[in-house]
């Protein structure tokens, strides 16, 4: 059964750093085609893809918040971690991940997402 | 960065009616197209991949067409679970995705 969960902070204040984690079960970080996604919808909107960690640690990053985000993993862990710094009030959304299958680029699990709120 | 446009952008509907949902690409994509239902408060869940595939478990009231630029996504006889939010997503740039804005089913 693969199922991913996010974690972190549902708070933070402008400026900070946030600091996301995302533990999968059911699969591994190392299994050929199978990559990570991090993605982000704010309140009422679309969703946004920010960034993606392959099998072999290759990492991309959404071109316009590249220079803010940093996405990393622990394969014995099974984690994935997100990074995002210089936070504010457009940033608050609701974060996901989601398993990334190479083949045709399937989003076929995520997470349940967490709510991310930027405010002092 | 390839832009997704989806039409329309809302849908009211009945129980039974067939809904098409339009999904439209800024460049050639072939079939690097999936489909996405998400209800309030919960992740998106991939309904068609490959512009055409239908995920494992879906039920085939749903299914999807295209090749190129242009996309459709139908459901053939609308169930009462089936009100939610739509979404087109590209691959053809794997892993820089990008979504449509989304049609609401209601």
């Known amino acids: 059964q693969v199922t991913l969960k996010e974690s972190g902070p549902v708070l933070v204040k402008p400026t900070e750093t946030l600091t996301l984690t995302c533990s999968v079960s059911g699969f591994s970080l190392s299994s050929a085609r199978l990559g990570v996604s991090w993605f982000r919808q704010p309140p009422g909107k679309a969703l946004e893809w920010l960034a993606y960690?392959?099998?072999?640690?290759?990492?991309s990053y959404s071109t316009s918040l590249q220079s803010r985000l940093a996405i990393s993993k622990d394969t014995s862990k099974s984690q994935v971690v997100l990074t995002v710094t210089s936070l504010g009030p457009v940033d608050t959304a609701t974060y996901y991940c989601?398993?990334?299958?190479?083949?045709?680029?399937?989003?076929?699990?995520w997470g349940q997402g967490i709510l991310v709120t930027v405010s002092s | 960065d390839i832009q997704m446009t989806q039409s329309p952008s809302s849908v009211s509907a009945s129980v039974g009616d067939r809904v098409t949902i339009t999904c439209r690409a800024s460049q050639r994509i072939s079939r690097w197209l999936a489909w996405y239902q998400q209800k309030p408060g919960k992740a998106p869940k991939l309904l068609i991949y490959?512009?055409?595939d239908l995920q494992t478990g879906v039920p085939s009231r749903f299914s999807g067409s295209g090749s190129g630029t242009d996309f459709n996504f139908t459901i053939s006889s609308l169930q009462t679970e089936d009100f939610a939010t739509y979404y087109c997503q590209q691959a053809n740039s794997f892993p820089r995705f990008t979504f449509g804005p989304g049609t609401r089913v209601d």
């Open positions: 490959a512009a055409s």
């Open positions: 989601a398993r990334t299958d190479s083949n045709w680029g399937s989003l076929d699990f």
């Open positions: 960690i392959s099998p072999n640690d290759e990492k």
